[in-house]
């Protein structure tokens, strides 16, 4: 079958039909995000104006609204400028750079990731493999996710505290407990991907069960331990976060947020969350740049 490769024109439309929706979808949110902070911060900015007895514009009204030092809302700009003075305008290594409070998340989250990833895997590996671990574990599984997190965490930190482990060990075990259900649930998924004709193929063979695991199920499961791992690690990022707020640590994002809403800095609070959520992006693009290798190594893609 013959390959046809795409013309420069071809490939400009294709970047131009991705690059237009996505620039129309952050302009639209732009815009309904201004339109708020101008609502959310008016009744503050009514009172300046009313007390400094002087007569205004809507413009002066409306620029008032997007410069408060404590808004309610912060305006965009006002995220980007917290964003490039606690990154750019810091060494990575002070206690005011968010660089600093996200790789000691960050530490946490790929910990607890690299242990909830492991559980998961050798969970379903039970699962697939004994039906009284199937009927009996999983619905203690499915049934552990219904706990709130924010409920869990801080008697998880308490208890550990008790015993001397402190600082990334319980936020790390906050994080598998988020992080290993996406795996498991996936890998069941994976493990009994393949058809009945490919089983009845490997028994044919008269194939062990360890060599149906290695030479079927797991290749099988390779796309699904990718997308679970794509999940799972998101998940862990929130775990080390919920993980930092109730021990009042002092690096982390988790602390980062939770000194801004002691001290009403909404604008630090958003500058976190903005790092949280590019921490998480970078985290799941890693994660597909390695399935997109191993996927084409393994054949499973062209």
Do not use: C
Request: hydrophobic content about 55%.
């Amino acid at each position: 079958m013959a390959t046809t490769a795409l013309t420069p024109v071809a490939r400009r439309s294709a970047g131009q039909g991705r690059i237009v929706p996505v620039a129309t979808m952050v302009l639209v949110i732009m815009v309904i995000w201004y339109g708020f902070t101008v609502y959310l911060n008016a009744r503050w900015q009514f009172q300046v104006f009313d007390r400094a007895g002087e007569d205004w514009t809507l413009w002066q009204f409306v620029a008032g609204t997007f410069s408060q030092d404590r808004p309610v809302l912060p305006a965009p700009h006002q995220v980007i400028v917290e964003l490039w003075n606690s990154t750019v305008m810091q060494d990575v290594t002070s206690r005011r750079s968010l660089f600093y409070h996200a790789w000691i998340t960050l530490s946490a989250t790929l910990l607890g990731f690299v242990m909830g990833t492991v559980l998961g895997i050798a969970l379903a590996v039970l699962i697939i493999h004994n039906r009284a671990v199937d009927r009996s574990l999983m619905p203690w599984l499915i049934a552990s996710q219904t706990i709130p997190i924010l409920a869990i965490a801080p008697m998880v930190v308490v208890v550990l505290a008790s015993i001397g482990l402190t600082g990334l060990v319980p936020k790390s075990l906050i994080s598998t407990y988020l992080s290993f259900f996406p795996v498991v649930v996936g890998m069941v998924k994976g493990f009994r991907s393949p058809d009945a004709l490919q089983m009845d193929l490997m028994r044919t063979y008269n194939a062990s069960r360890g060599e149906v695991f290695a030479k079927l199920r797991w290749p099988s499961a390779i796309p699904y331990l990718f997308t679970s791992m794509k999940v799972g690690v998101a998940a862990s990022l929130v775990g080390a976060i919920v993980g930092e707020l109730p021990t009042g640590a002092a690096g982390g994002l988790g602390s980062r947020l939770l000194a801004g809403s002691y001290y009403g800095q909404t604008t630090q609070i958003w500058a976190a969350l903005f790092m949280a959520a590019a921490l998480s992006a970078t985290l799941i693009f890693a994660i597909g740049a390695v399935e997109k290798r191993v996927l084409k190594r393994t054949g499973v893609q062209p």
